[in-house]
């Protein structure tokens, strides 16, 4: 028989999990949007202040060995803001499933109890 005590309990554990999945959700890519614009900001008074370093040197070479050096750090620091947000993606993904790692092992032991029986 269908009981709605019991269905209300449910109901109310799935939405108590949903709110807490976003809650994780809002705050991983509200840190990500921080971590994102903090770069954005970074990469572009170093490109300002680079331009202006190029802008006074006189010779071909100098230019040539300031633009490696800028291009190379440049590619450093894009790789190494790249691997810090893929962390923050995956911590983000693991944060949200850990909020229905318990409901979801409930359900499946719950399941295997209802086939065994």
């Known amino acids: 028989m269908f009981n709605f005590d019991d269905a209300n309990k449910k109901s109310k554990e799935a939405v108590d999990t ?16 921080t971590e994102t614009a903090d770069y954005s900001k970074k990469s572009f008074e170093s490109n300002v202040a680079h331009i202006e370093k190029l802008s006074s040197i006189k010779s071909v ?31 983000l993904a693991k944060g949200t499933y ?17 086939v065994a029986a």
């Open 98 to 114: 850990k909020t229905y790692e318990a409901p979801v092992a409930k359900a499946t032991a719950a399941a295997k109890a209802a």
């Open 61 to 91: 070479e100098a230019a040539v060995e300031l633009q490696t050096a800028f291009v190379k750090s440049a590619y450093e620091g894009f790789v190494a803001e790249a691997t810090k947000l893929s962390e923050m993606y995956a911590d």
């Open 18 to 33: 949903f709110v807490k999945s976003y809650a994780t959700v809002a705050q991983g890519f509200q840190a990500i949007a």
